[in-house]
């Protein structure tokens, strides 16, 4: 019996239609200035909630008012144009009609988590890695979620354990990395290419033939 359904966010319920990746402006603008860029920036900014000023201040990146502006004015752009896919809320309210505890979990920077609970009210768990200080695929995030869901999953389908479920479109952070938590993991491929292609197709799936 699947008793909790976990969502990835953006490229599973949401999608950025006009994308200005502000962050990562930022983030040149401090090579410009001679900060040596460091993979480990992009995975900072989501585990740290924050915002631009402030994260230009942590990495040393000075920004002149006319800067800040425009980076501004980037983050306001993209994030008026998420949008939740067609399929995003009808699967959701599917799930909740049997009864199945939604979840949202996802690796983001602090802006953009009150635009996924806004187009995305009153779910039951909300593990946002800027909130938590955690990126998927830390084990710690899937447990993160499911403490907040109230169910421990069991490791084995059709097991009399209670089961949590999880999709998104990243194979490693939300196929491959939730069974280190027992939590059975689903791709979603909107391209066609393999997995799952809809979210409709998932959760009828669920309902139909494992509840």
């Known amino acids: 019996m699947v008793d909790g359904v976990i969502f990835d966010a953006f490229g599973t319920l949401l999608e950025i239609q006009n994308r200005q990746n502000p962050y990562r402006r930022l983030l040149r603008l401090g090579s410009e200035q001679g900060r ?28 002149e008012p006319a800067q800040l502006i425009e980076l501004r004015s980037a983050l306001d752009c993209e994030l008026e144009s998420i949008l939740c896919f067609d399929d995003a809320l009808p699967a959701i309210k599917r799930l909740r009609e049997h009864g199945i505890k939604v979840g949202v979990c996802s690796n983001l920077a602090g ?26 695929p830390d084990p710690e995030m899937y447990r993160r979620v499911c403490a907040m869901l109230d169910i421990f999953p069991g490791q084995v389908m059709g097991s ?10 990243s194979k490693r952070c939300d196929e491959h990395g939730p069974r280190s938590f027992g939590i059975v993991g689903h791709h979603l491929d909107r391209n066609g290419g393999g997995g799952v292609r ?7 799936s669920l309902t139909q033939v494992l509840r």
């Open 111 to 136: 802006p953009y988590c009150s635009k996924v609970r806004s187009l995305l009210p009153g779910l039951d768990a909300y593990a946002l890695s800027a909130e938590t200080g955690v990126l998927k």
């Open 36 to 63: 040596a860029a460091s993979p480990d920036d992009i995975r900072w900014i989501m585990a740290h909630s924050r915002g631009l000023e402030e994260t230009a201040s942590a990495f040393g990146i000075k920004l």
């Open 198 to 204: 809809s979210l409709i197709e998932f959760t009828h």
């Open 160 to 169: 009399q354990t209670a089961q949590v479920v999880m999709i998104g479109d």
